[in-house]
């Protein structure tokens, strides 16, 4: 019993997300707001990250 609850939380359906991956992320979307300070609000910054 045991062993198969251990051995179940191997096999999850989600995707295991590395720590580059993430950093990546984060720097991306730092270098969208750097390239739109001060032009837009936060609707169009939102569209601008969730497209790219």
């Known amino acids: 019993m045991l062993l198969s609850a251990c051995t179940g939380r191997n096999r999850s359906p989600h995707p295991v997300l ?5 950093e990546d ?16 609000g936060f609707e169009p910054l939102r569209k601008m990250i969730l497209l790219q």
């Open 18 to 22: 590395k720590p580059g991956s993430i």
């Open 25 to 40: 992320a984060v720097n991306r979307i730092k270098k969208i707001k750097r390239q739109l300070y001060g032009r837009v």
